[in-house]
């Protein structure tokens, strides 16, 4: 461990903020990054940055990635030894009309943070990646050796893209980096644009909610206090060189409950915390969606002790009791 500010990048966003809240709680100190953009509601990004700053180890900075000259001066002026970047722009359907955003905030973005490293002796980056790189893969559970060639989105090409420009600075310049590759990650604090989310929001208003492959889905949904712990424990397990990734000190992990839940059971969990049935619209499938993700985590069990242990039930609940509270409903 280390006193020196580990760089969190999305940290008013879900998963950059409840990492940055538990390495805090850890005692290290963070500096987190946003652009604060308007894709899902500010206030919820500004709320939860509220939260961080309570915490007089957190130093917050309002930048936006893709502009290189400020990423560049941020990297000189800190020479943070650990990176965890999970600033991006997310979303799949979003990504079908708006690929300019995925271009400036996961190319652009991703490649000014690679740069950043590179020139200031970073000793570890960990970034964020997608189960959406495995694409239309059938094979279950997804495994990390397996093909990810196919994207049915662009979002998840961005993605893959990120797997590849990291491995490429990884060989270059000895970068050591790590790839998470994130399954339907939930919880409190949550993004408004996810299923579980989208349909207390529409439970709540009385509206339809909308069931893509007529409710025939399966997610590999997986709690956050699971997967900060697993993020907290990899930023010091630096890559060693690793044969099967041409001997550069790079790695790609999934990071996933390893136990898909059918959608249907997801919405009856949530129709039962909000005391409310939900009215259902059942559609059709949605193009760049997938019908089942499910995480194979043998690796990442071996390497960090993972043991994701958050079931569904538990999950929905500690959602719905945020939510209630934070939305006064
Ligand atoms: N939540 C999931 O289930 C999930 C699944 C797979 C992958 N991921 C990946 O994990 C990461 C975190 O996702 P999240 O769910 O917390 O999303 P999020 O949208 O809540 O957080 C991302 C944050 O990044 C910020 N951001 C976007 N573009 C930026 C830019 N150019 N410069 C600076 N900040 C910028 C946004 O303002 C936002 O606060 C992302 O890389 C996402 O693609 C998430």
New binding site residues.
């Given amino acids: 461990m280390t006193d020196q500010a580990i760089l969190v990048?999305?940290?008013?966003?879900?998963?950059?903020?409840h990492v940055a809240r538990q390495l805090l709680a850890e005692g290290r100190p963070v500096v987190g990054?946003?652009?604060?953009?308007s894709?899902?509601d500010p206030a919820l990004?500004q709320a939860r940055l509220q939260r961080l700053a309570a915490d007089s180890r957190f130093t917050f900075v309002q930048?936006?990635?893709?502009d290189r000259e400020t990423v560049a001066a941020l990297f000189a002026r800190h020479r943070f030894a650990s990176v965890v970047h999970?600033?991006?722009?997310?979303g799949v359907r979003h990504s079908i009309d708006h690929p300019q955003a995925y271009a400036?905030?996961?190319l652009q973005?991703f490649l000014n943070v690679l740069e950043g490293c590179r020139h200031n002796s970073c000793r570890h980056l960990v970034y964020?990646?997608?189960?959406?790189v495995y694409g239309a893969n059938t094979k279950l559970p997804f495994a990390v050796a397996d093909r990810t060639d196919h994207p049915v989105s662009f979002?998840a090409a961005t993605?893959k893209a990120n797997e590849l420009m990291a491995q490429s600075y990884s060989h270059l310049y000895r970068l050591p980096v790590t790839g998470l590759?994130?399954?339907?990650?939930?919880g409190p604090w949550g993004?408004p644009d996810?299923a579980l989310f989208l349909f207390a929001d529409a439970i709540m208003a009385r509206r339809p909610i909308r069931l893509f492959n007529h409710g025939k889905m399966r997610r590999d949904f997986?709690y956050i206090d699971d997967v900060t712990r697993v993020v907290s424990t990899l930023i010091d397990l630096v890559p060693a060189d690793n044969p099967s990734a041409a001997n550069a000190p790079s790695r790609v992990y999934n990071v996933g409950n390893h136990r898909p839940e059918e959608l249907t059971h997801v919405v009856a969990l949530l129709e039962r915390e909000l005391g409310r049935t939900a009215v259902k619209e059942l559609l059709p499938m949605q193009p760049g969606d997938v019908v089942e993700t499910f995480a194979d985590v043998e690796d990442l069990m071996r390497d960090t002790g993972f043991a994701p242990s958050t079931p569904i039930d538990v999950g929905v609940h500690n959602f719905v009791t945020w939510y209630r509270d934070y939305f006064e409903v």
């Fill in positions: 990048t999305g940290a008013a966003g879900f998963i950059g903020f990054l946003d652009s604060l953009n894709y899902y990004k930048a936006d990635l893709a999970l600033a991006a722009q997310a400036d905030s996961n973005a964020a990646s997608s189960s959406s979002y993605k590759r994130f399954f339907t990650i939930y993004r996810m997986t």
